[in-house]
């Protein structure tokens, strides 16, 4: 032990890198032999390797805005740039092939909403998901995408520095973007990508103002295909030993029929804001408890109806003498699933008093199951109909499922 000592303290810290380098490099050129695969033994195999494609997509349109303060600030409309890295799966038995070999991967959103000095220069970075919609054969292939994530670097209201954003209320905010579209085969690795889309920004009335940034416009760009096994195969940039570059999806794969129910108890919690604390620190607890009956016809959809327990600490300020915060409804509902994913919309009615928020609520969310008798949630309640009330996190569970 001793002579390993008094070796290492001999050697020079250049030494030690040397010799790391070397046991580096060796390693990585044995693992590289080791992964190295005959063209000729893959040619034949239809569809062979790990298919992936990057993309770069600008968007021009317009703002639906609903303030007051903002409206020559917004006039002259929006411009974005998105770039986009996706994974393409090709397992039959797994989730996205009974979406026509649905594609999900990750983005970066980089906009120009208005000035900047007012609004911010709002970049955002999500997850999304790609459906195909129309035959993957044709050369012109139409598509649906969703994507969620967080937007971020936009210029809040203040009520001394910036008065006039009466959009938005904090520098983060959800992002959401629903696109319809098309991707045009141009070469063997090269689509032409177009459609019309709508973005939204909203903090769920975490702090307002918080009218939000409704967009809606038209997409132009590029999408990059490539095989991330052709390296394996050969690497040499004039090559004619070629993989296919992009996947030739079959038809979809047949839906799992379930029917199966289930008993579901939610609970969640969140802060939200009034419009008179805007500008301060001031805010208010909100929970939401849900008992339901879930029933799932197959792998795709499933329909949701049940009771709802809603405490609202923000309406301390309207019943001040009774702490009248409460509030009871029922809800029915669809969940459009995909693998432990699912979006959900439903839509429910006050069995008590409204308290000034309109008779009708819809809550939109995003649901992960985490096994079979747990599950978590993020997701917007709704006021008069399009007004977020407040956003929620929380985790259910399955007592009792047949």
Not at 93 to 111: E, F, I, L, M
Not at 171 to 195: C, H, I, Q, S
Not at 266 to 282: F, I, M, P, R
Not at 348 to 356: E, H, M, Q, R, V
Request: aromatic share 18%; proline share 4%.
């Amino acid at each position: 032990m001793n002579s390993i000592v008094l070796k290492l303290q001999n050697t020079s810290l250049s030494q030690i890198w040397l010799h790391l380098f070397v046991i580096f490099t060796s390693f990585s050129a044995v693992q590289a032999q080791k992964d190295t695969i005959s063209f000729e033994e893959v040619k034949d195999i239809k569809s062979y390797g790990r298919f992936r494609y990057m993309e770069v997509k600008g968007h021009t349109g317009y703002h639906l805005y609903t303030g007051e303060l903002l409206n020559n600030t917004v006039n002259n409309g929006y411009g974005a740039l998105e770039f986009r890295y996706g994974w393409q799966p090709k397992d039959p038995d797994k989730w996205p092939s009974r979406y026509g070999y649905a594609s999900y991967g990750v983005g970066y959103y980089a906009g120009f909403v208005g000035n900047p000095e007012i609004l911010g220069k709002p970049n955002a970075v999500y997850g999304f998901v790609n459906f195909p919609l129309s035959n993957p054969s044709r050369r012109n292939v139409l598509e649906m995408g969703l994507a969620f994530g967080l937007t971020y670097n936009l210029e809040p209201y203040d009520p001394e520095g910036n008065p006039e954003n009466d959009a938005i209320g904090s520098p983060f905010a959800a992002y959401f973007n629903l696109n319809f579209g098309a991707a045009f085969k141009m070469t063997r690795e090269l689509d032409l990508v177009y459609g019309i889309d709508f973005t939204h920004f909203s903090n769920g009335r975490i702090t307002t103002p918080n009218y939000g940034f409704n967009m809606y416009g038209l997409n132009l760009g590029l999408r990059y295909h490539y095989n991330a096994d052709q390296k394996r195969v050969n690497n040499d940039v004039y090559t004619n030993e070629l993989l296919q570059a992009r996947f030739s999806r079959p038809a979809a794969s047949k839906q799992v029929k379930l029917h199966e129910s289930s008993i579901e108890v939610y609970l969640a919690g969140g802060s939200v804001q009034n419009e008179e604390d805007k500008g301060t620190y001031k805010r208010y607890g909100v929970f939401s408890g849900a008992l339901d009956y879930r029933f799932k016809f197959n792998s795709m959809h499933a329909v949701v109806a049940g009771f709802d327990y809603f405490w609202d600490g923000s309406l301390e300020a309207e019943y001040p003498e009774t702490k009248d915060q409460m509030l009871t409804g029922l809800h029915v509902g669809y969940d459009f699933m995909f693998g432990k994913f699912a979006v959900r919309l439903h839509g429910g009615a006050y069995l008590t008093d409204d308290k000034g928020k309109t008779p009708n609520y819809l809550r939109v969310g995003f649901r992960y199951d985490i096994t079979d008798w747990f599950f978590a949630q993020i997701a917007l309640k709704t006021q008069k109909t399009s007004r977020a009330d407040w956003a929620e996190i929380g985790i259910g569970f399955r007592p009792f499922k047949w």
